[in-house]
């Protein structure tokens, strides 16, 4: 199960950063740091490969176009394809955030990079619902091991390992996106990064 706890600790009125340092302080269970370790190195080996992205959607390509939109929100940041997958007017709704335009999109795509080293990300499953009014809606699930390298959401870079699990549904109009839903637990990758864990995509991107 995916879902944004970080969003649904703030009508609580609950510290999302005092309840991550609670979570990372208590034990693990050994049935969690054996699926956590398990995905981490499942990433690891079978880490997507992509050469060149696809700049529109068309249903043959849908992989690639999912792919590589992950790809280079997290880890590229090519301002070329970022304008030619996206409508100008397009609204991506996160877990904390919400940017309404391509710039805005940009934006915030670029603060998620500069926050995390992504070294490793797969597409573990993608689903394609084509409409009768030529408009498609493309989800993927995936999953990204990444370094904690700097400032985000109020707390500071740790340099950790992490493990990120998310979801990703885009709303497609004439082969662009003109809506994104992203979700992934913040509130877990905040306690990850507090753990003290040794960091091999560290040693990979340095």
Known sequence: ?????WSLLRPLGVNPHDLAAVRAAAPVADDYRQ???????????S?????????????????????????????????A???SQYQPYAVLHDSAPVASGSAAIRDHTAGLRGAFAVAALTVDHLCVRLRDDETCDLAARWTLNARYASDIWGQQGTDAEVTVLGITHW??????IAAEWSIFDRLD???????????RAATTLT
């Open 81 to 83: 394809l970022l304008a």
């Open 189 to 199: 990758v905040l306690t990850q990064s507090l753990r003290a864990r040794p960091s």
């Open 1 to 5: 199960m995916i879902r944004g706890n």
């Open 35 to 45: 699926w956590i370790a398990a995905e981490h190195e499942r990433v690891w080996r």
């Open 47 to 79: 880490a997507n490969k992509l050469a060149a992205p696809a700049a529109r959607f068309v249903e043959s390509q849908a992989a690639t176009f999912a792919l590589g939109n992950l790809q280079d929100a997290w880890m590229h940041g090519d301002a």
């Open 171 to 176: 709303h497609l109009v004439a082969g662009r």
